[in-house]
């Protein structure tokens, strides 16, 4: 090929390249953002035949135990049912399912890994993906929201944590959340 044509193709070459550009960039236009609030009920119970929390993992020589349920290093797997009321025999509306890892030196500190996927309504199949440091022992606080599927695509927000009921003797834990989630679908 001589430099003549050369100069005749790159042109094209660009124009081709960019259309496909252009093209991707289309593809993926992410619409309007919305603000959605929800409201609901975590309902930890570590008892019966179906703890919603299980220990998989702890360092060597470390005693778990009803009065240290989370020394450092202890790994929980979660499969924790979310209800529209307070009361545990409300309405399911989701379920929690990911890892709680203990991962505070000197204070109880948990570290949440997991997806809340929600179940009722114009939500079901869409879930939330909370990664966020979540120190229990507060009874306000705070966890963040990284990303999620389905209409909650490409979110990110906020929960705001209150922790209503804790009954150390049955291991019982029910916290109230307010979400607040930035989506598009
Ligand atoms: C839990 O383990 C700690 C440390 O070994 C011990 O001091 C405590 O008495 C145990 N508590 C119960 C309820 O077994
Ligand atoms: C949620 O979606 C599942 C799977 O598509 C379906 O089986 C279920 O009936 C739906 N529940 C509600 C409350 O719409
Ligand atoms: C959630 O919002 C309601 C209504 O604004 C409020 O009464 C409640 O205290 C809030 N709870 C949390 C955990 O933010
Ligand atoms: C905590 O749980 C124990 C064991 O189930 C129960 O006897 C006790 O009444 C509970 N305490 C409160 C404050 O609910």
């Given at each position: 090929?001589?430099n003549k ?43 019966g ?14 005693v ?73 022992l507060?009874?306000?606080?705070e ?31 029910i ?11």
């Amino acid at each position: 090929m001589n430099n003549k044509r050369m100069n005749d193709v790159i042109p094209l070459l660009l124009l081709f390249v960019l259309t496909i550009i252009s093209q991707g960039h289309a593809h993926y236009s992410l619409g309007k953002e919305k603000i959605t609030h929800l409201h609901f009920f975590y309902q930890e119970n570590l008892n019966g035949d179906h703890p919603t929390a299980v220990l998989v993992a702890k360092p060597k020589d470390t005693v778990v135990n009803a009065s240290n349920l989370a020394p450092f290093g202890v790994v929980y797997v979660l499969d924790t049912p979310l209800t529209e009321g307070q009361d545990p025999n409300s309405k399911v509306v989701g379920q929690v399912q990911g890892l709680s890892v203990s991962a505070g030196q000197d204070k109880t500190m948990l570290v949440f890994m997991a997806d809340f996927e929600f179940t009722s309504c114009e939500f079901n199949g869409s879930s939330i993906s909370v990664l966020s440091r979540n120190p229990i022992l507060e009874t306000d606080r705070e966890l963040a929201i990284v990303g999620g599927r389905g209409k909650f695509r490409m979110a990110r927000g906020f929960a705001n944590l209150h922790t209503n009921y804790m009954n150390a003797t049955s291991s019982v834990v029910i916290v109230e959340y307010n979400v607040t989630i930035f989506h598009y679908e």
